[in-house]
């Protein structure tokens, strides 16, 4: 039986050999869905509507109306113990509502308020770390801002026990966000391009799954139950000169 002189001898390939020659092969596949999803994750990324973010830094302590024996230690742990529940406060309705009247805003915007706020202890610190998202810098920074000092207002009416009071001061203002955090076209574009290598890698093997070709004298053999004696070279037309 006669096979084409251009079908590549893969039959005694190692895997990894067979592996890099489907690769490449179907390198076009891979490269497509790789540049389609990366092109499509930057484009989206550029319409979406940039977020800006800005941060406040409150201090939580306590103070005694008697004196006590409490050790150092002991108090810091008390208080760092304690600013885990005061950061759960912050994102509370009542906060929201007192920021809402506090700038004028609707009745029912507490829940939007909320929606965008986020605050988190400041891991081994009697810190909370509050943070607001809106897509006006100015106006995150504002609210942002806003809830810091309400918080710290009401915090002011809060006691613990008969002997202390508990504190929070805004330690730190937030400042004007300059660049937003979100979209990210860069991360988002590698991150696509990731995703689309390994898509068009499954997409090059299932296609090479699908494909019914014979790719080597080795594979005529085994199909047809005939050996080879011989390969026909496959010859290109000279152009008319």
């Known amino acids: 039986m006669l096979a084409e002189k251009t079908i590549p001898n ?32 930057v484009a989206f990324s550029t319409l979406q509507t940039p977020i800006y973010e800005a941060s406040v830094k409150i201090l939580i302590g306590r103070e005694y109306t008697t004196q006590t024996n409490t050790s150092l230690n002991a108090e810091v742990q008390g208080l760092q113990e304690l600013t885990k529940t005061m950061a759960k406060a912050v994102d509370t309705v009542p906060v929201a509502e007192a920021v809402g009247e506090k700038l004028d805003l609707s009745t029912n915007s507490a829940g939007k308020l909320r929606s965008s706020l986020s605050a988190k202890q400041d891991p081994g610190t009697m810190f909370i770390d509050l943070t607001y998202k809106d897509s006006d810098p100015e106006r995150a ?66 296609l090479e799954y699908r494909d019914d070709s014979l790719n080597s004298p080795e594979e005529v053999e085994r199909v047809s139950g005939v050996p080879t004696f011989g390969m026909i070279p496959k010859f290109q037309p000279l152009a008319n000169k």
């Open 10 to 41: 893969s039959g005694n390939a190692s895997p990894r050999i067979k592996l890099l020659q489907v690769l490449r092969r179907r390198l076009w596949a891979i490269l497509l869905v790789a540049g389609v999803l990366t092109g499509s994750a």
């Open 141 to 206: 920074q504002l609210i942002a801002n806003t809830f810091g000092q309400v918080f710290s207002e009401q915090v002011s009416n809060v006691s613990v026990g008969s002997n202390a009071v508990i504190t929070a001061a805004v330690w730190q203002q937030a400042s004007l966000p300059r660049t937003p955090v979100s979209p990210d076209p860069v991360r988002n574009g590698l991150l696509a391009l990731v995703l689309g290598i390994l898509l068009g890698v499954g997409l090059a093997f299932l």
